[in-house]
């Protein structure tokens, strides 16, 4: 298991190592070049050459590099140019990491809870009229644009019916104490019963939105993988030998469907946690993935690389716990 474990902890290494000159040339071939892209207008040949200098451009390309990855190594990644102006870009990302968290989580929570039971319930009533429904419905919630659901729940329960709150992550004149930044659990920390119930409303809608394909896609991969199990010798097998329907169903089937759907899980988390830009972005959610449009919008390229990065090292070490997860339920991964 250890062996294995390093070897999947070098992969996402050198992953990392590869995104990270990605970047390092991306940033270099922008039109008019990073130094025109933070000047704009006011690029005069001696700010130009001054700001080259301050910024090591300069230098030969491979010691530029080496000392992007040192900066980066070290959350140095200069100050923000418009999403919070003169702010260092590291900060902006660790300040908007915990909103994300907390809407990825809830999403994730909410299609579990619904993918994988309905996953199974359709698998075990294959052909039949709800099983269809439920296949069609799943079609609809991956076929949809996640940011027209979006509007449309907004819509709906925020502006026509006004159930819940449009946009943000709590009422302003909730007066709450912040703690660990997670609002929920800050309220319930607190035992400010108000701030957390607000905070929730806020994360509701949002939520409902970014969990509309996960679950659709979670609910696919478990009624197949159900269904091929079904249909394994070794279930038959069981069935032949006279054990309950209780333990075949949960020790053979359901432990053995699981597999793919643990993958799954483990690819939409990091996928959700770098970034649900618009989601986001339609509910003003102070949260990474806003952060990274209005990044992109108003070329603010210092918050630009930090969330890239941060992005891409989210999904790789949540990618990392979910092999994990798949070789202590299969011992037979860690061989490959």
Avoid: C
Avoid at 57 to 80: N, T
């Amino acid at each position: 298991m250890a062996r294995f474990i390093v070897r999947r902890v070098l992969q996402m290494a050198g992953v990392l190592v590869v995104l990270s000159l990605l970047l390092f040339v991306w940033l270099r071939s922008l039109p008019g070049g990073t130094v025109s892209a933070i000047l704009g207008e006011r690029a005069t040949p001696s700010r130009r050459a001054a700001l080259e200098a301050a910024l090591g451009l300069d230098q030969p390309i491979y010691v530029q590099y080496l000392k992007f990855v040192q900066r980066a190594l070290q959350g140095e990644f200069g100050a923000s140019t418009a999403v919070l102006p003169g702010e260092d870009a590291f900060q902006i990302f660790l300040g908007r990491l915990p909103a994300t968290i907390e809407l990825s989580l809830l999403a994730m929570l909410i299609a579990v809870s619904l993918g994988i039971p309905l996953g199974y319930w359709a698998a075990r009533r294959r052909g039949s009229v709800l099983d269809s429904g439920a296949v069609i419905f799943s079609l609809v919630g991956v076929a949809v644009p996640v940011f027209f659901t979006a509007f449309l729940l907004k819509y709906f329960f925020a502006v026509q019916w006004q159930l819940l709150p449009v946009s943000g992550r709590q009422d302003a004149s909730i007066d709450a104490t912040r703690v660990t930044g997670f609002f929920v659990l800050d309220g319930i920390m607190t035992r400010e019963w108000d701030a957390a119930w607000d905070a929730f409303l806020h994360l509701l809608l949002p939520a409902v939105a970014l969990a509309t394909i996960p679950f659709a896609v979670i609910f696919r991969i478990t009624r197949a993988s159900v269904l091929d199990t079904m249909d394994a010798d070794f279930v038959r097998t069981a069935e032949a030998k006279g054990l309950s329907t209780k333990v075949i169903r949960g020790r053979h089937i359901l432990r053995n469907a699981m597999l793919p759907v643990v993958t799954t899980i483990g690819l939409l988390v990091g996928a959700l946690l770098a970034g649900a830009v618009l989601t986001e972005t339609v509910f003003s959610f102070p949260g990474i993935g806003q952060a990274l449009a209005e990044s992109i919008r108003d070329k603010d390229y210092p918050v630009l690389q930090v969330l890239i990065l941060a992005a891409a090292a989210i999904f790789v070490i949540v990618n990392l716990f979910v092999d994990i997860a798949y070789a202590i339920i299969d011992p037979r991964i860690r061989t490959r």
